[in-house]
């Protein structure tokens, strides 16, 4: 069995370890990896950095959020959540892509704007689930959802939506599409 003498030195060392571990890492690795890692609640001089990395996330997070992205040809989902039953809803909408790569009517051919003036048709499909992953399986791993998501940039913009969308459900908070 271990002596507190012992231990003592094993948790110095540990210390010792991660401090070293922690500026060996800092000179290799960018900062917007090192945002990422994980608080430990011994670290209490890490406050500061603490801050400082939420502000770091922050701002990657609105500038990946402010990037052009291709819009997927086979439609866009509206993303809602359901208080009431508890549920995840995403209706799909189809749209044509004009050449300056724009969401368009595909009945019209008007650019479709983004200030809520359009007047939706009607869905083309319409889904829902009590979690994110649940409805994600449904629109990209069913018979029903076929074809109506044909880019990764898309399926990976509606996990994050639907991983949103069901924390505001936990959370019993208002939930906004980015």
Known sequence: MATTATMA???????????????VLASHVPRRVR?????????DDDDADDASDEKTRTSVD???SNRWIDLDP??????????????????????AIDDAGRACDPVTGEVIPCDGSYRKPAASATFAGRT????????LETEEGEGLCT??????????EFQRAEACLREGTEYVQD
């Open 9 to 23: 030195t094993r948790v110095a060392s540990a210390r010792c370890h991660r401090a070293f571990a922690r500026r």
């Open 35 to 43: 945002v990422f890692r994980a608080r430990r609640d011994d670290d």
């Open 151 to 160: 880019m990764l940039v898309h399926a990976n913009y509606l996990g994050r």
């Open 74 to 95: 086979a439609g866009y989902f509206l993303v809602k959540v359901d208080h009431a039953t508890r549920t995840i809803e995403a209706a799909h909408f189809e749209n």
């Open 62 to 64: 609105t500038e990946l």
């Open 132 to 139: 994110a992953k649940e409805i994600s399986v449904k629109i």
